[in-house]
T-cell receptor
Framework: DTAVSQTPKYLVTQMGNDKSIKCEQN?????MYWYKQDSKKFLKIMFS???????INETVPNRFSPKSPDKAHLNLHINSLELGDSAVYFC????????????FGPGTRLTVT | GQNIDQPTEMTATEGAIVQINCTYQ??????LFWYQQHAGEAPTFLSY????GLEEKGRFSSFLSRSKGYSYLLLKELQMKDSASYLC?????????????FGKGTKLSVIP
């Protein structure tokens, strides 16, 4: 009965490759997010989708492209990977209204060599 | 924009009480969250304050003063398993109300 799941958990790849990370939530939430946590453990918002529509798009390179096929899924595709993309990427979800408390997935540790 | 400050590291003794402070300067405010993150794991929700005052939840309490831009997380009867990073996060208001801005986290080490 996983709430927010991500695949893969670990991803090791070479510079220049293209990769995708998938996220799914079964909480019935209508908003999903992607965060990047760097080596200094700073958690920074990248994107947010509400009902499949992009509502937050922080300053990230356009090599990063989120896609939300439905309210329960938000995938992240990264083109032309660079060394600086190495980080842990967390997916999260929340429901509109109330506290907007966010539930996080287990994270995907991306290592670019 | 948002600016959130919290101490980088703290150490406390098992069984003691520790207070982790967070100050914020934000263009909009619609609530403050505390999350716990164990090493190698996802952040998990601890508390939410939107009005001034103290919210208590078991061994954990969180306080907010909106006029001072200040919050703290109080952990009582510390246990070894409380060793983790504690993240303060502020929710924006208006059009950005979905967005949480996180502080850099306070790494708490609980020692015997």
């Amino acid at each position: 009965d996983t709430a927010v799941s991500q695949t893969p958990k670990y991803l090791v790849t070479q510079m220049g490759n293209d990769k995708s990370i998938k996220c799914e939530q079964n909480l019935g939430h209508d908003t999903m997010y992607w965060y990047k946590q760097d080596s200094k453990k700073f958690l920074k918002i990248m994107f947010s989708y509400n009902n499949k529509e992009l509502i937050i798009n922080e300053t990230v390179p356009n090599r990063f492209s989120p896609k939300s096929p439905d309210k329960a899924h938000l995938n992240l595709h990264i083109n032309s990977l660079e060394l600086g993309d190495s980080a842990v990427y967390f997916c999260a979800s929340s429901k509109t209204g109330g506290s907007y408390e966010q539930y996080f997935g287990p994270g995907t540790r991306l290592t670019v060599t | 924009g948002q600016n959130i400050d919290q101490p980088t590291e703290m150490t406390a003794t098992e069984g003691a009480i520790v207070q982790i402070n967070c100050t914020y300067q934000t263009s909009g405010f619609n609530g403050l969250f505390w999350y716990q993150q164990h090493a190698g794991e996802a952040p998990t929700f601890l508390s939410y304050n939107v009005l001034d005052g103290l919210e208590e939840k078991g061994r954990f309490s969180s306080f907010l003063s909106r006029s001072k831009g200040y919050s703290y997380l109080l952990l009582k009867e510390l246990q070894m398993k409380d060793s983790a990073s504690y993240l303060c996060a502020v929710r924006d208001s208006g059009a950005g109300s979905y967005q949480l801005t996180f502080g850099k986290g306070t790494k708490l080490s609980v020692i015997p």
